[in-house]
């Protein structure tokens, strides 16, 4: 059945590495988004996406980076630019005239 | 001026009673408007979506938007202890961006 797939749902990352976030959905949505979530506090929108090969910088781009080579895939590296990346990073698509569905959720720790 | 503005909380309501969420935008062009619910831990599960200005129904939930003054709220009738959790007041703006705001705590004392 239909829906938005993170993965992994926990992962670890060393000092000055980048790791990959993977979204993937077939919902068939055009929008995909990437937000993170530090404890307490709300969304803060890192990268969107309306259609395939564009995405756009929300308000926290910085040390992140995407691609959306495909309209299912909208996968999310975080840097080693990323100077406090240990948070819970939310994946989300939305349809026409729809909500905004998320994925489970991938909680990054650095260690 | 944050785009979404919500208050923070804690708030605190009776089991039984009726719980009013409300959240401002800055942007006048926002199309649509959604609250989600998320426990913590978890991610963000929808409660109600709204387009037009008046109110929207569903089961105990009523979200109400008013465009001109930049507010939408939902109502949470017959407050249950289930209903505990934080809210998150989203919306729409141009170009598809959907900026959240930082959410409400919501305490339904027994």
């Known amino acids: 059945d239909g829906g938005i797939t993170q993965s992994p749902k926990y992962l670890f990352r060393k000092e000055g590495q980048n790791v990959t976030l993977s979204c993937e959905q077939n919902l068939n949505h055009d929008a995909m988004y990437w937000y993170r979530q530090d404890p307490g506090q709300g969304l803060r929108l890192i990268y969107y996406s309306q259609i395939v090969n564009d995405f756009q910088k929300g308000d926290i781009a910085e040390g992140y980076s995407v691609s959306r080579e495909k309209k299912e895939s909208f996968p999310l590296t975080v840097t080693s630019a990323q100077k406090n990346p240990t948070a819970f990073y939310l994946c989300a698509s939305l349809g026409t005239y729809t909500e905004a569905f998320f994925g489970q959720g991938t909680r990054l720790t650095v260690v | 001026q944050k785009e979404v503005e919500q208050n923070s909380g804690p708030l605190s309501v009776p089991e039984g009673a009726i719980a009013s969420l409300n959240c401002t935008y800055s942007?006048?062009?926002?199309?649509?408007f959604f609250w989600y619910r998320q426990y913590s831990g978890k991610s963000p599960e929808l409660i109600m979506f709204i387009y037009s200005n008046g109110d929207k129904e569903d089961g105990r939930f009523t979200a109400q938007l008013n465009k001109a003054s930049q507010y939408v709220s939902l109502l949470i009738r017959d407050s249950q202890p289930s209903d505990s959790a934080t809210y998150l007041c989203?919306?729409?703006?141009?170009?598809?961006?959907?900026?959240f705001g930082s959410g409400t705590r919501l305490s339904i004392r027994p």
């Open positions: 989203a919306v729409k703006g141009s170009a598809s961006k959907i900026i």
């Open positions: 942007d006048r062009g926002s199309q649509s």
